[in-house]
C-alpha cells in the first residue's frame, strides 16, 4: 500500500518536473522571440549618437559631409546601452531621406525627452508619425 502511494507521488513529482520544465522553455523563447523582433525592427538602423551629426537642420554622416539616408535609433543611454539592454530603451527610430526626415518615425507614446519604448511582441505599440 505505502509502496503504490509512493510510485504514484513519484509519477505527479515527474508530471510536475516536467511541466515546470516546459514553462520554464516556453518562457525562455517568447524571450529571445521578443528580443529577435526588437533587434529585426533595428536590423537597418544606425545609433544615431555614435555615427550621425546633426548641423543646420540636417542630418550627415560623423566625421563627413554626406547627407544620412536610412533609419537611425536613439537611446536612453546614449549609445552606452550594449546589446541586451538597448532595445528596451530605444527612444526614437527616424528614417532620413537625404538628411532630412522623411517617412515613418516612431516614438514614446508620451513624446517626453526622458520616455522611452520597446519593440517587443508583447509590448505597447509606440506612436508612429509620418512625415
Not at 517568447?30 to 537642420?57: K, P, Q
Not at 535609433?73 to 528614417?95: D, K
Not at 537625404?98 to 516614438?107: L, R, T
Request: aromatic fraction near 14%; include cysteine.
Amino acid at each position: 500500500m505505502v509502496g503504490k502511494i509512493l510510485a504514484t507521488a513519484l509519477k505527479v513529482f515527474e508530471i510536475f518536473v516536467k511541466l515546470v520544465a516546459a514553462g520554464i522553455l516556453i518562457i525562455l523563447l517568447l524571450v529571445v522571440a521578443d528580443y529577435g523582433y526588437c533587434r529585426y525592427m533595428l536590423f537597418t538602423a544606425v545609433e544615431s549618437d555614435e555615427l550621425l551629426t546633426f548641423y543646420s537642420g540636417k542630418v550627415y554622416l560623423k566625421d563627413s559631409k554626406e547627407l544620412f539616408t536610412g533609419n537611425a535609433y536613439s537611446t536612453l543611454c546614449g549609445g552606452e546601452c550594449g546589446l541586451f539592454v538597448g532595445c528596451p530603451s530605444i527612444h526614437s527610430l527616424i528614417h532620413y531621406q537625404d538628411g532630412i526626415k522623411k517617412g515613418v518615425a516612431y516614438y514614446p507614446p508620451s513624446q517626453r525627452a526622458d520616455d522611452y519604448f520597446i519593440f517587443g511582441i508583447f509590448e505597447t505599440e509606440p506612436l508612429k508619425i509620418i512625415h
